[in-house]
Protein backbone atom coordinates (compact mmCIF):
# COMPACT_ATOMS: atom_id res chain seq x y z
CA UNK A 1 0.00 0.00 0.00
CA UNK A 2 1.33 3.46 -0.71
CA UNK A 3 0.45 6.80 1.42
CA UNK A 4 0.38 10.20 0.20
CA UNK A 5 0.20 13.19 2.52
CA UNK A 6 -1.96 13.58 4.90
CA UNK A 7 -4.55 16.81 4.40
CA UNK A 8 -6.69 16.90 7.39
CA UNK A 9 -10.18 18.38 6.97
CA UNK A 10 -11.16 22.42 7.98
CA UNK A 11 -12.89 21.89 10.81
CA UNK A 12 -13.90 24.57 13.88
CA UNK A 13 -13.16 23.22 16.88
CA UNK A 14 -15.40 24.40 19.37
CA UNK A 15 -15.13 21.26 21.77
CA UNK A 16 -13.18 21.33 25.21
CA UNK A 17 -10.02 20.88 23.70
CA UNK A 18 -7.76 21.57 21.67
CA UNK A 19 -9.27 24.92 20.06
CA UNK A 20 -8.92 26.54 17.07
CA UNK A 21 -5.21 27.55 16.67
CA UNK A 22 -4.23 30.53 15.35
CA UNK A 23 -2.68 31.41 11.91
CA UNK A 24 0.19 33.26 13.57
CA UNK A 25 0.86 30.03 15.70
CA UNK A 26 0.94 27.65 12.76
CA UNK A 27 2.74 30.03 10.53
CA UNK A 28 5.40 30.06 13.97
CA UNK A 29 5.79 26.77 13.97
CA UNK A 30 6.62 26.43 10.37
CA UNK A 31 10.13 28.25 11.19
CA UNK A 32 12.95 26.64 10.39
CA UNK A 33 14.21 23.80 13.31
CA UNK A 34 17.46 24.86 15.42
CA UNK A 35 18.94 23.08 18.22
CA UNK A 36 17.64 22.87 21.37
CA UNK A 37 20.82 24.47 22.56
CA UNK A 38 21.11 27.08 20.24
CA UNK A 39 21.65 30.52 21.59
CA UNK A 40 19.37 31.60 20.04
CA UNK A 41 16.78 29.10 21.06
CA UNK A 42 17.85 29.87 24.56
CA UNK A 43 17.01 32.94 24.30
CA UNK A 44 13.93 32.33 23.00
CA UNK A 45 13.58 29.79 26.14
CA UNK A 46 14.02 32.88 28.50
CA UNK A 47 11.25 34.35 26.72
CA UNK A 48 8.93 31.81 27.08
CA UNK A 49 9.92 31.20 30.94
CA UNK A 50 8.70 35.44 31.14
CA UNK A 51 5.70 35.16 28.79
CA UNK A 52 4.74 32.33 31.20
CA UNK A 53 5.43 34.13 34.27
CA UNK A 54 2.89 37.02 32.76
CA UNK A 55 0.46 34.75 31.98
CA UNK A 56 0.16 32.88 35.19
CA UNK A 57 0.59 36.14 37.04
CA UNK A 58 3.55 34.87 38.85
CA UNK A 59 7.34 35.85 39.61
CA UNK A 60 7.77 32.46 40.49
CA UNK A 61 11.03 31.28 38.54
CA UNK A 62 10.45 27.67 37.86
CA UNK A 63 7.96 28.70 35.62
CA UNK A 64 8.17 26.63 32.65
CA UNK A 65 6.44 24.86 29.82
CA UNK A 66 7.07 21.02 30.32
CA UNK A 67 7.69 18.97 27.07
CA UNK A 68 4.80 17.09 27.02
CA UNK A 69 0.81 17.18 26.91
CA UNK A 70 -1.45 18.85 30.09
CA UNK A 71 -1.86 14.88 31.83
CA UNK A 72 2.58 15.46 32.29
CA UNK A 73 2.37 18.70 33.84
CA UNK A 74 -0.52 17.12 36.71
CA UNK A 75 1.65 13.96 37.00
CA UNK A 76 5.29 16.22 37.54
CA UNK A 77 3.10 18.02 40.54
CA UNK A 78 2.34 14.94 41.82
CA UNK A 79 5.17 12.99 41.66
CA UNK A 80 7.59 15.55 42.55
CA UNK A 81 5.72 16.70 45.57
CA UNK A 82 4.20 14.11 46.70
CA UNK A 83 6.16 10.90 49.00
CA UNK A 84 5.14 7.46 49.55
CA UNK A 85 2.64 7.43 52.28
CA UNK A 86 2.09 10.82 52.71
CA UNK A 87 -1.57 12.48 53.28
CA UNK A 88 -3.58 14.45 50.68
CA UNK A 89 -6.57 15.96 50.27
CA UNK A 90 -7.91 16.02 47.10
CA UNK A 91 -10.82 17.91 45.81
CA UNK A 92 -13.25 15.94 43.56
CA UNK A 93 -16.04 17.89 41.66
CA UNK A 94 -15.63 15.85 38.10
CA UNK A 95 -13.64 13.61 35.90
CA UNK A 96 -10.24 15.36 36.74
CA UNK A 97 -10.26 15.67 39.93
CA UNK A 98 -10.42 11.93 40.01
CA UNK A 99 -7.32 11.80 37.73
CA UNK A 100 -5.46 13.59 40.74
CA UNK A 101 -6.77 11.41 43.30
CA UNK A 102 -5.30 8.55 40.65
CA UNK A 103 -2.14 10.56 40.40
CA UNK A 104 -1.47 10.83 44.61
CA UNK A 105 -2.26 7.24 44.74
CA UNK A 106 0.60 5.85 41.78
CA UNK A 107 2.91 8.15 43.49
CA UNK A 108 2.29 6.22 46.44
CA UNK A 109 0.20 9.00 48.68
CA UNK A 110 -2.87 8.25 50.85
CA UNK A 111 -5.42 10.53 48.80
CA UNK A 112 -8.06 11.67 51.24
CA UNK A 113 -11.40 12.55 48.95
CA UNK A 114 -13.32 15.81 49.14
CA UNK A 115 -16.57 14.99 46.81
CA UNK A 116 -18.95 17.49 45.51
CA UNK A 117 -21.61 17.03 42.42
CA UNK A 118 -20.60 17.27 39.31
CA UNK A 119 -21.38 20.47 38.03
CA UNK A 120 -21.00 22.03 41.24
CA UNK A 121 -17.43 24.32 42.57
CA UNK A 122 -15.48 22.75 45.42
CA UNK A 123 -17.07 23.40 49.00
CA UNK A 124 -14.89 25.37 50.93
CA UNK A 125 -16.56 23.91 53.89
CA UNK A 126 -15.67 20.40 52.67
CA UNK A 127 -12.37 21.57 52.64
CA UNK A 128 -12.01 23.17 56.21
CA UNK A 129 -13.61 20.08 57.55
CA UNK A 130 -11.43 17.36 56.12
CA UNK A 131 -8.40 19.61 56.76
CA UNK A 132 -9.65 19.71 60.67
CA UNK A 133 -10.00 15.61 60.62
CA UNK A 134 -6.70 14.98 58.79
CA UNK A 135 -4.23 17.33 60.78
CA UNK A 136 -1.03 14.98 58.97
CA UNK A 137 -2.22 16.03 55.66
CA UNK A 138 0.13 18.56 53.69
CA UNK A 139 -0.80 19.04 50.65
CA UNK A 140 -4.30 19.85 49.39
CA UNK A 141 -5.12 19.10 45.37
CA UNK A 142 -8.03 20.56 43.40
CA UNK A 143 -9.25 21.76 39.61
CA UNK A 144 -9.79 25.68 39.49
CA UNK A 145 -11.59 24.76 35.82
CA UNK A 146 -13.05 21.48 35.56
CA UNK A 147 -13.20 20.61 32.13
CA UNK A 148 -15.79 17.93 32.23
CA UNK A 149 -18.57 20.14 33.76
CA UNK A 150 -17.64 23.88 33.19
CA UNK A 151 -17.40 24.64 36.72
CA UNK A 152 -15.21 27.49 38.34
CA UNK A 153 -14.00 26.37 42.03
CA UNK A 154 -12.61 29.66 44.03
CA UNK A 155 -9.25 28.97 43.92
CA UNK A 156 -8.26 31.89 46.60
CA UNK A 157 -10.51 30.68 49.36
CA UNK A 158 -9.15 27.13 48.77
CA UNK A 159 -5.83 27.82 48.51
CA UNK A 160 -6.05 30.45 51.43
CA UNK A 161 -8.01 27.37 53.62
CA UNK A 162 -4.79 25.25 52.78
CA UNK A 163 -2.19 27.61 53.51
CA UNK A 164 -3.67 28.00 56.95
CA UNK A 165 -3.25 24.42 57.78
CA UNK A 166 -0.13 24.49 56.41
CA UNK A 167 -0.22 22.68 52.86
CA UNK A 168 0.70 23.23 49.98
CA UNK A 169 -1.70 23.51 46.45
CA UNK A 170 -1.16 21.64 43.26
CA UNK A 171 -3.89 23.40 41.23
CA UNK A 172 -5.48 22.18 37.77
CA UNK A 173 -5.74 25.17 35.75
CA UNK A 174 -6.00 23.45 32.32
CA UNK A 175 -8.92 24.90 30.79
CA UNK A 176 -8.41 28.53 32.74
CA UNK A 177 -5.15 29.80 32.01
CA UNK A 178 -5.42 33.16 29.57
CA UNK A 179 -9.58 32.35 29.35
CA UNK A 180 -10.32 33.18 33.06
CA UNK A 181 -8.55 35.27 35.74
CA UNK A 182 -5.94 33.40 37.49
CA UNK A 183 -3.82 35.04 39.45
CA UNK A 184 -1.40 32.99 41.21
CA UNK A 185 0.90 34.85 43.32
CA UNK A 186 -1.99 37.06 44.47
CA UNK A 187 -3.82 33.99 45.61
CA UNK A 188 -1.17 31.94 47.45
CA UNK A 189 -1.50 28.92 45.00
CA UNK A 190 1.69 26.97 45.55
CA UNK A 191 2.24 24.38 42.18
CA UNK A 192 -0.22 25.13 39.18
CA UNK A 193 -0.51 23.55 35.77
CA UNK A 194 -1.82 23.88 32.27
CA UNK A 195 -1.95 23.26 29.02
CA UNK A 196 -1.34 24.89 25.71
CA UNK A 197 -4.23 23.34 23.65
CA UNK A 198 -6.68 25.63 25.03
CA UNK A 199 -7.36 29.51 26.40
CA UNK A 200 -4.01 29.80 24.63
CA UNK A 201 -4.99 29.27 21.19
CA UNK A 202 -1.46 27.11 20.12
CA UNK A 203 -1.24 23.30 19.82
CA UNK A 204 -1.73 20.37 21.96
CA UNK A 205 1.99 19.14 23.57
CA UNK A 206 2.86 21.80 26.31
CA UNK A 207 1.88 21.86 29.66
CA UNK A 208 3.01 25.38 31.36
CA UNK A 209 3.96 24.47 34.97
CA UNK A 210 4.51 26.96 38.37
CA UNK A 211 5.89 26.47 41.26
CA UNK A 212 6.76 28.74 44.04
CA UNK A 213 9.37 28.67 46.42
CA UNK A 214 7.62 26.53 49.64
CA UNK A 215 6.72 23.92 46.59
CA UNK A 216 10.63 23.91 44.76
CA UNK A 217 11.89 23.85 48.94
CA UNK A 218 9.83 20.27 49.13
CA UNK A 219 11.26 18.91 46.44
CA UNK A 220 14.51 19.47 47.36
CA UNK A 221 13.99 18.30 50.76
CA UNK A 222 12.68 14.57 49.83
CA UNK A 223 13.46 11.74 51.56
CA UNK A 224 12.69 9.81 48.38
CA UNK A 225 14.18 9.84 44.81
CA UNK A 226 11.23 10.74 42.37
CA UNK A 227 10.02 7.89 40.78
CA UNK A 228 10.13 9.69 36.98
CA UNK A 229 13.39 10.16 35.60
CA UNK A 230 11.54 12.54 32.89
CA UNK A 231 9.18 14.29 34.85
CA UNK A 232 11.96 15.00 38.23
CA UNK A 233 11.78 18.90 38.13
CA UNK A 234 15.38 18.48 39.51
CA UNK A 235 16.71 17.58 36.37
CA UNK A 236 14.13 19.32 34.46
CA UNK A 237 15.38 22.83 36.07
CA UNK A 238 19.11 22.29 35.35
CA UNK A 239 18.03 22.59 31.56
CA UNK A 240 15.37 25.57 31.71
CA UNK A 241 17.50 27.14 34.42
CA UNK A 242 19.16 30.29 33.99
CA UNK A 243 23.11 30.26 33.18
CA UNK A 244 24.63 27.39 31.48
CA UNK A 245 22.02 24.61 30.53
CA UNK A 246 21.97 20.95 31.55
CA UNK A 247 21.01 18.82 28.41
CA UNK A 248 17.95 16.63 29.84
CA UNK A 249 15.75 16.31 26.53
CA UNK A 250 15.65 17.37 22.99
CA UNK A 251 12.54 19.96 23.43
CA UNK A 252 9.72 20.02 21.12
CA UNK A 253 11.45 23.12 18.98
CA UNK A 254 8.64 23.68 16.50
CA UNK A 255 5.81 23.42 18.52
CA UNK A 256 7.80 25.85 21.62
CA UNK A 257 8.10 28.66 18.50
CA UNK A 258 4.37 27.97 18.43
CA UNK A 259 3.65 28.52 22.22
CA UNK A 260 6.48 31.40 22.17
CA UNK A 261 3.75 32.73 19.15
CA UNK A 262 0.67 32.33 21.47
CA UNK A 263 1.86 33.98 24.39
CA UNK A 264 3.35 36.96 22.54
CA UNK A 265 -0.18 37.33 21.23
CA UNK A 266 -1.53 36.60 24.85
CA UNK A 267 0.48 39.82 26.06
CA UNK A 268 -0.10 41.65 22.83
CA UNK A 269 -4.16 41.24 23.65
CA UNK A 270 -3.50 41.70 27.63
CA UNK A 271 -5.01 39.24 30.08
CA UNK A 272 -7.63 41.24 31.07
CA UNK A 273 -9.14 42.15 27.86
CA UNK A 274 -8.63 38.17 27.07
CA UNK A 275 -10.61 37.33 29.59
CA UNK A 276 -13.18 39.96 29.08
CA UNK A 277 -13.37 38.41 25.32
CA UNK A 278 -14.05 34.89 27.02
CA UNK A 279 -16.81 36.28 29.14
CA UNK A 280 -18.60 38.50 25.77
CA UNK A 281 -18.73 35.52 23.82
CA UNK A 282 -20.38 33.39 26.27
CA UNK A 283 -22.93 35.65 26.93
CA UNK A 284 -23.85 35.55 23.13
CA UNK A 285 -23.85 32.00 23.31
CA UNK A 286 -25.94 31.58 26.44
CA UNK A 287 -28.51 33.93 25.04
CA UNK A 288 -29.20 31.97 21.98
CA UNK A 289 -29.28 28.24 23.63
CA UNK A 290 -31.38 29.75 26.00
CA UNK A 291 -33.52 31.50 23.09
CA UNK A 292 -33.66 27.95 21.75
CA UNK A 293 -35.02 26.33 25.11
CA UNK A 294 -32.12 25.15 26.06
CA UNK A 295 -30.08 24.95 29.52
CA UNK A 296 -26.62 24.78 31.00
CA UNK A 297 -25.62 22.25 33.87
CA UNK A 298 -23.75 24.64 35.90
CA UNK A 299 -25.20 27.87 37.44
CA UNK A 300 -23.92 30.89 35.63
CA UNK A 301 -22.64 32.76 38.98
CA UNK A 302 -19.99 29.59 38.57
CA UNK A 303 -19.71 28.74 35.27
CA UNK A 304 -16.66 28.91 33.02
CA UNK A 305 -17.71 30.97 30.24
CA UNK A 306 -15.27 28.87 28.03
CA UNK A 307 -16.44 25.58 28.68
CA UNK A 308 -20.58 25.47 28.11
CA UNK A 309 -21.86 22.28 29.23
CA UNK A 310 -25.35 22.32 28.22
CA UNK A 311 -28.04 20.00 28.80
CA UNK A 312 -30.14 17.82 26.13
CA UNK A 313 -33.52 17.77 25.79
CA UNK A 314 -35.33 14.41 26.51
CA UNK A 315 -34.91 12.17 23.72
CA UNK A 316 -32.36 13.42 21.70
CA UNK A 317 -29.54 11.38 20.96
CA UNK A 318 -26.35 13.53 21.98
CA UNK A 319 -23.67 11.23 19.64
CA UNK A 320 -25.81 11.18 16.62
CA UNK A 321 -26.13 15.52 17.54
CA UNK A 322 -22.00 15.71 17.48
CA UNK A 323 -21.67 13.46 14.61
CA UNK A 324 -23.86 15.21 12.30
CA UNK A 325 -22.69 18.44 13.41
CA UNK A 326 -18.79 17.34 12.21
CA UNK A 327 -20.19 15.54 9.22
CA UNK A 328 -22.70 17.97 7.89
CA UNK A 329 -21.42 21.13 9.73
CA UNK A 330 -17.20 20.06 9.83
CA UNK A 331 -18.03 21.39 13.55
CA UNK A 332 -16.55 19.35 16.73
CA UNK A 333 -18.15 20.06 19.90
CA UNK A 334 -17.68 17.97 23.00
CA UNK A 335 -19.51 14.85 24.42
CA UNK A 336 -20.36 14.21 28.60
CA UNK A 337 -17.88 12.36 30.51
CA UNK A 338 -18.40 10.07 33.23
CA UNK A 339 -21.59 10.33 34.91
CA UNK A 340 -22.88 13.02 32.39
CA UNK A 341 -21.65 11.19 29.20
CA UNK A 342 -25.20 11.41 27.27
CA UNK A 343 -26.86 13.76 29.01
CA UNK A 344 -24.54 17.08 27.98
CA UNK A 345 -22.72 18.55 24.96
CA UNK A 346 -19.96 20.51 26.01
CA UNK A 347 -18.94 23.84 24.25
CA UNK A 348 -15.79 25.54 23.92
CA UNK A 349 -15.11 28.77 22.90
CA UNK A 350 -11.62 28.98 23.90
CA UNK A 351 -8.71 31.78 22.73
CA UNK A 352 -8.67 32.16 19.00
CA UNK A 353 -11.54 30.68 19.03
CA UNK A 354 -14.12 32.64 21.18
CA UNK A 355 -15.53 34.68 18.63
CA UNK A 356 -18.56 36.11 17.37
CA UNK A 357 -18.20 34.29 13.98
CA UNK A 358 -17.89 30.71 15.80
CA UNK A 359 -20.46 31.57 18.28
CA UNK A 360 -23.09 32.49 15.50
CA UNK A 361 -22.20 29.35 13.38
CA UNK A 362 -22.76 27.17 16.35
CA UNK A 363 -25.82 28.26 17.19
CA UNK A 364 -27.04 28.00 13.48
CA UNK A 365 -25.81 24.27 13.19
CA UNK A 366 -27.19 23.30 16.17
CA UNK A 367 -30.53 24.73 15.79
CA UNK A 368 -30.94 23.31 12.03
CA UNK A 369 -29.86 19.65 13.21
CA UNK A 370 -31.93 19.93 16.68
CA UNK A 371 -34.65 21.06 14.58
CA UNK A 372 -34.58 18.31 12.23
CA UNK A 373 -33.93 15.90 15.02
CA UNK A 374 -37.73 16.87 16.27
CA UNK A 375 -35.92 18.09 19.42
CA UNK A 376 -38.22 20.00 21.60
CA UNK A 377 -36.79 23.81 20.74
CA UNK A 378 -37.32 27.37 19.68
CA UNK A 379 -36.19 28.20 15.69
CA UNK A 380 -35.45 31.39 14.65
CA UNK A 381 -34.90 32.87 17.58
CA UNK A 382 -31.14 32.01 18.89
CA UNK A 383 -28.97 34.07 16.35
CA UNK A 384 -30.99 36.98 16.59
CA UNK A 385 -30.84 36.91 20.23
CA UNK A 386 -27.06 36.17 20.32
CA UNK A 387 -26.50 39.14 17.97
CA UNK A 388 -28.24 41.52 20.00
CA UNK A 389 -25.62 40.96 22.99
CA UNK A 390 -23.04 41.41 20.53
CA UNK A 391 -24.57 45.14 19.92
CA UNK A 392 -25.02 45.86 23.27
CA UNK A 393 -21.39 45.17 23.93
Known sequence: MSYTSFNPPVRTLMGPGPSDVHPRVLTAMARPTIGHLDPAFVAMMEE???????????????????SAPASAGMEACFVNLVEPGEKVIVCINGVFGARMQENIERAGGMAVVVEDAMGTPVSPDKLEDALKKHRDARIVAFVHAETSTG???????????????????????????????LKVDEWGLDAVFSGSQKCLSCTPGLAPLTLNDRAVDKIKKRKTRVQSWFL?????????????RAYHHTAPINTLYGLHEALAMLQEEGLEHSWA???????????GIEAMGLSFLVKESVRLP????????????????????????????????GA??????????????????????????LEAVLADMRAPIRTGVAMNAAQSVAVLN
Open 151 to 181: VLSDAKTLAEIARHRDCLTIVDTVTSLGGSP
Open 232 to 244: DLNLVMGYWGSGK
Open 306 to 337: QLNAVVMPEGVDEAVLRSRLLNDYNLEIGAGL
Open 48 to 66: IKSLLQYAFQTGNALTIPI
Open 277 to 287: RHQHQHLALRT
Open 340 to 365: LAGKIIRIGLMGYGANMKNVMYCLEA
